[in-house]
T-cell receptor, first 112, second 112 residues
Framework: GENVEQHPSTLSVQEGDSAVIKCTYS??????FPWYKQELGKRPQLIID?????GEKKDQRIAVTLNKTAKHFSLHITETQPEDSAVYFC???????????FGKGTLLTVNP | DTAVSQTPKYLVTQMGNDKSIKCEQN?????MYWYKQDSKKFLKIMFS???????INETVPNRFSPKSPDKAHLNLHINSLELGDSAVYFC???????????FGPGTRLTVL
């Protein structure tokens, strides 16, 4: 089955800096890659997603890049703010079974 | 409000009891899911229903039984609760099997 590795597990940045979180996946048939933000005690919230026919997608300060050959995808957050502090999860969905496999999460702390 | 909702928000019970968690979505989605998030924050799919049909059934003890009375509802019944069942259970829904998934607020289950 699919295996998703996520790094780093914790990331601390200063307000205004950029943050990058990286994920790799094992199933070359995976075709959908969402990113979720989960604040303490809250639900995971979809912040951006990308499909396998696209290499990059941006939404204001957030961007995701996908390298299908290398089977990795990354989340980029620019001009970080304290309210960006949360756990971020990447996920990959297989082509045949529609199952979403999550990475283990990255705790991002943005220091004011 | 259009959303995915779950009840109860908190559930504290004794080992050996049977309990149910209810989920409803008013987004008009065809697909619903149950996820388990353990104490290390790892999110894992348990079940998925599409148009009331069971699509994904992960390696979950048969003490866990999902039921989808209609497309808008997916309930989870757990028999003979064990200490290891303590976790946060999230319901989610998507427009289709290939659609983006949106999570409910979660149910924190504590088994004593």
């Amino acid at each position: 089955g699919e295996n998703v590795e996520q790094h780093p597990s914790t990331l601390s940045v200063q307000e205004g800096d950029s943050a990058v979180i990286k994920c790799t996946y094992s199933d070359s048939a995976s075709n959908y890659f969402p990113w979720y933000k989960q604040e303490l005690g809250k639900r995971p919230q979809l912040i951006i997603d990308i499909r396998s026919n696209v290499g990059e997608k941006k939404d204001q300060r957030i961007a995701v890049t996908l390298n299908k050959t290398a089977k990795h995808f990354s989340l980029h957050i620019t001009e970080t703010q304290p309210e960006d502090s949360a756990v971020y999860f990447c996920a990959a969905r297989g082509g045949s079974n529609y199952k979403l496999t999550f990475g283990k999460g990255t705790l991002l702390t943005v220091n004011p | 409000d259009t959303a995915v909702s779950q009840t109860p928000k908190y559930l504290v019970t004794q080992m050996g009891n049977d309990k149910s968690i209810k989920c409803e979505q008013n987004l008009g989605h065809d697909t619903m899911y149950w996820y388990k998030q353990d104490s290390k924050k790892f999110l894992k799919i348990m079940f998925s229903y599409n148009n009331k049909e069971l699509i994904i059934n992960e390696t979950v003890p048969n003490r866990f039984s999902p039921k989808s009375p209609d497309k808008a509802h997916l309930n989870l019944h757990i028999n003979s609760l064990e200490l290891g069942d303590s976790a946060v259970y999230f319901c989610a829904s998507s427009a289709s099997l290939a659609g983006a998934q949106f999570f409910g607020p979660g149910t924190r289950l504590t088994v004593l």
